[in-house]
């Protein structure tokens, strides 16, 4: 059963709360040296210590203030709980970007009500925090998305020419050139392509206009989990494949009349596959 209002918000304020001091430990950290600890999936799929370390930190404040609740990351894996809710977790969405100190990465932190399945869950808060800028995005299901204290919508539909669409790719190299591919087709029938590198942000890219619509494909759920339900209850429609919500397979987020023509486009160039591979970007 989905939670009382004041008990989502309760949820909503400890994400912030956790969220924030991952943050500071992460900001703090890419002040110093950061080196790569391991690899996962292929050689430039990185992991840092201080990907283990925030989320060490993050798994263990949910813990003491939630001790009955599953727990999903992705460096530590997961944990069935007994309440009902996953709390699903990026210590670092964009963890190249924090390498090379480019200020667009994030900590990610959602809860749902089920397991961490995308396709089964009911999303009940998201918060995204950008340490190197101190933004903070966060959304409550039924309550908006704010920027801060900002409320957020998205853009107004823009015909398809207009638009400036943002994307990723994944690490798996055959999957990277089929996404070049696409792309390139994509790329004359829009305003623009931005390729930014760090999911949760450009979903609440799109909460916040700064883009007009978002798309990729091999994304894990702690990747858009957050990020989908700031830029859902901002106003946008955050589907997948053709009668699927949003998963590896697929994800678009934008104002629902947009989506329904760059989902036609997609298709065209390809993009949007029958099945796609389940390397994470």
Request: hydrophobic share 45%; glycine share 10%.
């Amino acid at each position: 059963m989905t939670p009382p209002p004041n008990a989502t918000a309760e949820l909503l304020s400890l994400a912030r709360a956790v969220a924030l001091e991952a943050g500071t430990l992460v900001l703090e950290a890419r002040r110093g040296v950061v080196e790569v600890a391991d690899r996962k999936s292929s050689s430039v799929d990185v992991v840092t210590q201080v990907d283990r370390d925030a989320e060490a930190l993050i798994r263990g404040r949910l813990a003491e203030a939630r001790p009955h609740d599953g727990f999903f990351g992705e460096e530590s894996g997961g944990a069935s709980g007994s309440s009902g809710l996953t709390w699903v977790v990026d210590p670092i969405d964009g963890t190249v970007n924090f390498l090379y100190g480019i200020p667009h990465y994030a900590v990610s932190i959602a809860v749902v009500e089920g397991e961490a399945d995308p396709q089964r869950w009911q999303a009940l808060a998201g918060v995204v925090v950008n340490p190197a800028t101190g933004e903070l995005f966060s959304a409550a299901a039924g309550d908006g998305a704010f920027l801060g204290d900002r409320p957020l919508q998205v853009n107004p539909p823009v015909d398809l020419s207009q638009a400036l669409v943002a994307t990723g790719f994944a690490y798996a190299a055959q999957t990277r050139a089929e996404q070049g591919a696409a792309v390139a087709r994509l790329l004359p029938q829009v305003r623009d392509v931005r390729r930014m590198g760090t999911a949760s942000l450009d979903l609440c890219a799109v909460a916040s206009g700064r883009v007009d619509a978002y798309f990729e494909r091999t994304l894990s759920p702690w990747d858009h989990a957050a990020g989908a339900i700031v830029a859902a209850e901002a106003g946008a429609r955050v589907t997948g494949l053709p009668g699927m919500r949003a998963d590896h397979r697929f994800l678009l987020a934008a104002h629902p009349e947009l989506a329904v023509a760059l989902e036609r486009v997609l298709g065209e160039v390809e993009a949007v596959p029958s099945e796609a591979a389940s390397d994470s970007s």
